[in-house]
């Protein structure tokens, strides 16, 4: 079984363009969390999401950041328009159960690596 | 304002020594509280984890603990590993609208030396 894939693992981008992170999750889980890691800083929750739902965004900037989980697919995080603060690592991660369990473990991937020029 | 704030922020020990890292947290409601540890480059990998009505919880050479009461936890390494040396996170999650939201302390940098 594998783990949660995401790519690229590393992405270099120029300030203005669009960012698309990709996370497959583990074979059997439907529920997906987006983090982000700025560098010497925790992760910090930015949105979660069922297939084809976004359950919680509480975390996810207002602007220029937008996420999906579509039926068919991998998970993507799209960034528009990056500037130099986007630049973090990007970690997903997948659970098999609810977010409303309380028991619920998240798998976490590889992480994207997103530097912006 | 949910916090977790780690201590110590990192630590040097000998291979085969004991250490102990420290989380305090501030997350309300509170529901889990998980210890992770991420190497190098790599995304965590989920320790242990705790809910409210739980003191102490093993995994291996892992020992949790939870006191809800002081809103604190520690992860004790029991004869440490070359390979134990990572960053050790404490997570604490927090009822939100139907879902558990988590909030991540910026961890513990442990290396252990030979």
């Known amino acids: 079984n594998a783990g949660v894939m995401q790519n690229p693992r590393h992405l270099v981008r120029r300030r203005g363009q669009e960012a698309r992170l990709r996370c497959s999750p583990m074979k059997g889980h439907s529920h997906v969390y987006w983090y982000r890691q700025l560098p010497e800083e925790g992760l910090k929750f930015m949105v979660y999401?069922?297939?084809?739902?976004?359950?919680?965004e509480s975390g996810m900037p207002k602007e220029r950041f937008s996420a999906e989980f579509p039926k068919e697919g991998p998970s993507i995080l799209r960034i528009q328009q990056v500037v130099r603060g986007d630049s973090a690592a990007y970690f997903c991660?997948?659970?098999?159960?609810?977010?409303?369990?309380?028991?619920?473990?998240?798998?976490f991937g590889p992480g994207t690596r997103l530097t912006v020029l | 304002k949910n916090q977790v704030e780690q201590s110590p922020q990192s630590l040097i020990i000998l291979e085969g020594k004991n250490c102990t890292l420290q989380?305090?947290?501030?997350?309300?409601?509170?529901?889990?509280l998980r210890w992770y540890k991420q190497d190098t480059g790599r995304g965590p990998v989920s320790l242990t984890i705790m809910t409210f009505s739980e003191n102490t919880k093993s995994n291996g050479r892992y020992t949790a603990t939870l006191d809800a009461d002081t809103k604190q936890s520690s992860l004790h390494i029991t004869a440490s590993q070359l390979s134990d040396s990572a960053s050790y996170i404490c997570v604490v999650s927090r009822a939100s609208g139907g879902s558990y939201i988590p909030t991540f302390g910026r961890g513990t940098s442990l290396i252990v030396h030979p």
């Open positions: 991660a997948s659970s098999p159960l609810s977010g409303l369990d309380r028991e619920d473990t998240q798998y």
């Open positions: 999401l069922q297939k084809e739902n976004i359950i919680d």
């Open positions: 989380c305090n947290y501030t997350v309300s409601p509170f529901s889990n």
